[in-house]
């Protein structure tokens, strides 16, 4: 929706970006700007970088940047309407809704409002109603206690088709409200009926304390096993972790990451209260990002015992690798039933079998995750064969060469030789060659950019906004810069038109920002938050980011304009003669395909 300008002049002036960063950033002071560590990726060293006096954020490590609502956006995980509704009630100021914004208002909090009614309606049943025993029954038989159900807002579905639809049409919500919450489903004919029935519900709380969602587990053993919302106005299984409400509370140093909503449960009832869940999915970055929020130093993984789990597990471990966390992987032994079959475990099982003292042991003595990495490669060969010690150390010298710490690879060396069976000169000097032959991969690589004129100039990081005519787009570059620093030297007209940028982007951030302009507005980096996705901003905010002087700012200004007009220039010649060129092949193709028809 669009908000009248002169409230977001109002709000943006209000909104200091430092007062808003600090809120979530420990910020230092360097001259005039601020730098601390990135919320959005975890790192040690801070290069995250607050300049107060263009009211803008940029991160030198994962590259994100932007304004002050781009800010919120992104930490808050909220779209662009509710992000201003943020500042507006942080800034005590009333937000001036038009019909459409106050319509997405009203509908996102009338979803939100539907879901916690519907969580209310659960919970009753399970608290008393006759409709709610079997839930009561299977959580005893879980050894789940009534104040850890409590807690967990958990609930019981009826073995109903239409309780809960019936429930909440009575409290005046839409049927076509339930079916975008994800609560109802539609049948071939156009009749609803319940999503879930005769099962343990299980409220998907976010870390603001709103229920997006439901996770949700059946008393039997019919299938799905676990049946969980769809992704909603207000829900995106990407960016929430089960339980993380409750965990962010924690005093524990770290999370810990499990793949079920129950081991979750069972977890905090045994007092290990930072265990979160990603519902049954790989860890996404978004969750990851969410982690990082909280400033934790350590992750440990607890997945489920199979190949599933391991794949899970290695794929969080692929994604974290770099982000600065210390990781460690927690496998549960199988355990041994009474006719001597080995199972897996899941947290719960375990705590049920050998008690919260015995997973405490476990957790403890947690794998680092390079142990656990050099357990897997070497599960993978036939450690009896010289074949499978040759794969074993070839793979093992890979993962080794990607260890960023000497002592660490050295360390990881001597233990892959042991493995292996080979001296340990041997390992140490196929782990050098790997590492050569990574860098000589690595140079022909950048010799191939060096090579290409393009890769001279600096292209933007994502591959959607690469640069076609790099000449043309570092003018293009330049005009913005120039626009916000001073846009008192610009002509009125503009001589140029956006056709004649050959950057999309580029060409889209310079009329936003000039239209403001011709309207009077003071120019400003937020301007083009509402039009521009978040991977745009960041481009446009490295842009900045890029040196400009002010001394030759008319000048630079000329120059730019001249480029940008002579390689628009060449490109509509090119197209000129391409336009040629394909008229005169037409006219061939026709003669031809005439003189054939005669022939």
Not at 346 to 365: C, M, S, T
Not at 416 to 432: K, Y
Request: aromatic fraction near 8%; hydrophobic fraction near 40%; proline fraction near 4%.
């Amino acid at each position: 929706m669009a908000f009248p300008a002169a409230f977001l002049d109002n709000l943006t002036a209000r909104s200091d970006i430092v007062d808003i960063v600090g809120g979530y950033v420990t910020l230092t002071r360097r001259g005039g700007d601020y730098w601390g560590c990135c919320p959005f990726h975890h790192e040690k060293t801070p290069s995250f970088h607050v300049a107060p006096d263009r009211q803008m954020y940029y991160c030198f490590g994962c590259k994100k940047g932007g304004g002050v609502i781009n800010f919120v956006m992104e930490i808050e995980n909220l779209p662009y309407p509710d992000a201003i509704r943020f500042l507006a009630k942080r800034a005590g100021l009333e937000v001036p809704e038009d019909n459409q914004g106050a319509d997405e208002s009203r509908r996102r909090a009338r979803l939100l409002q539907l879901n916690r009614d519907a969580a209310l309606f659960y919970h009753r049943l399970l608290k008393s109603a006759p409709e709610g025993q079997p839930v009561r029954d299977y959580l005893q038989r879980r050894q789940i206690l009534w104040k850890t159900a409590v807690r967990f807002g958990m609930g019981a579905s009826p073995n109903s088709w239409d309780a809960l639809l019936n429930a909440m049409t009575r409290q005046g919500y839409q049927k076509a409200e339930l079916l975008e919450a994800g609560l109802v489903v539609k049948n071939k004919k156009g009749g609803f009926y319940d999503k879930f029935r005769n099962r343990l519900m299980l409220p998907v709380v976010d870390i603001r304390g709103d229920v997006v969602a439901f996770g949700s587990r059946v008393l039997d053993k019919s299938e799905p096993k676990y049946m969980n919302s769809p992704d909603t106005p207000v829900y995106s299984k990407r960016r929430v972790l089960y339980g993380m409400n409750l965990a962010k509370n924690t005093k524990r140093p770290g999370f810990l990451l499990c793949e079920g909503n129950l081991d979750v449960v069972t977890l905090h009832q045994a007092g290990i209260d930072n265990a979160v869940a990603s519902m049954g999915t790989a860890l996404t970055a978004e969750q990851a990002q969410l982690v990082n929020r909280f400033r934790k130093k350590e992750l440990v993984f607890c997945y489920d015992n199979d190949n599933a789990g391991e794949i899970a597990s290695e794929r969080a471990l692929d994604l974290l690798r770099t982000a600065g966390f210390t990781i460690r992987v927690l496998q549960l032994p199988r355990r041994r039933t009474e006719n001597g079959e080995y199972v897996k475990q899941d947290p719960d099982d375990f705590i049920k079998f050998q008690g919260v003292d015995a997973f405490e042991r476990l957790l403890n003595n947690s794998e680092r995750a390079a142990d656990y990495r050099m357990s897997q490669i070497a599960a993978k060969h036939d450690l009896k064969t010289d074949e499978g010690r040759l794969q074993y150390s070839q793979e093992a010298a890979a993962f080794i060469v990607t260890i960023d710490n000497a002592v660490e690879r050295d360390i990881y060396t001597n233990r892959a030789a042991e493995a292996a069976g080979v001296g340990e000169a041997a390992m140490r000097e196929l782990v050098q060659r790997t590492a050569k032959a990574d860098y000589a991969r690595e140079r022909r690589r950048e010799l191939r950019r060096d090579l290409n004129p393009a890769a001279q100039i600096v292209q933007p990081q994502e591959r959607a906004l690469r640069y076609e005519n790099v000449r043309s787009a570092r003018a293009e570059e330049g005009l913005i810069r120039l626009l916000l620093m001073d846009d008192g030297i610009f002509p009125n007209p503009f001589p140029l038109t956006r056709e004649q940028f050959s950057s999309p982007l580029c060409g889209k951030a310079f009329f936003i920002l000039w239209d403001a302009k011709q309207e009077g507005r003071p120019l400003s980096l937020y301007l083009l938050t509402e039009q521009l996705k978040q991977e745009e901003m960041s481009q446009i905010v490295a842009i900045l980011n890029q040196p400009e002087s002010s001394a030759n700012a008319a000048r630079a200004l000329s120059d730019y304009i001249g480029v940008i007009r002579e390689e628009s220039g060449k490109r509509g010649a090119a197209g000129a003669q391409e336009d040629a060129l394909t008229k005169l092949t037409r006219k061939y193709q026709k003669q031809k395909t005439k003189g054939g028809m005669r022939t």
